[in-house]
């Protein structure tokens, strides 16, 4: 069994595009569905949505409520952590605990921690999980 999907929320999908956009095709997902206030990216039979539902009752993401806190996604090693962080400020990702960076979440643990403008996080960690 694996991972069917995850779908976000997010106040602003135009916006939302241009970040995980980014991010997910750097990670090699590609566009699965397009639907009004929603787009889906899909990879090994996993999907990520965003959309931007009229249901909606907040406008940023808060990562200490309850509920999710960030998305982990696996690169391959340290050189492409490096790559994806340097550029993710152009992409409209803020690097996170940069006096800690690459190692904030402990000395044998190299990621780079990254946060859109409606604060949600992505954690992206070199190497599979040890």
């Not at 391959?76 to 605990?97: F, I, K, P």
């Amino acid at each position: 069994m694996t991972l069917h999907h995850v779908e976000l929320w997010v106040p602003d999908l135009e916006g939302a595009l241009t970040p995980w956009g980014w991010l997910l095709g750097e990670l090699g997902y590609t566009v699965f569905q397009q639907f009004e206030g929603g787009r889906s990216f899909l990879k090994d039979g996993t999907y990520l949505v965003l959309e931007q539902s009229a249901a909606l009752t907040g406008r940023r993401h808060d990562r200490c409520a309850p509920g999710l806190n960030h998305l982990a996604f696996t690169v391959a090693g340290e050189s492409e952590v490096d790559r994806l962080s340097g550029l993710s400020e152009t992409h409209g990702w803020s690097l996170m605990y940069a006096d800690r960076h690459p190692h904030a979440g402990g000395p044998e643990h190299y990621a780079a921690y990254l946060e859109d403008a409606w604060g949600y996080e992505v954690e992206l960690c070199a190497g599979p999980p040890k």
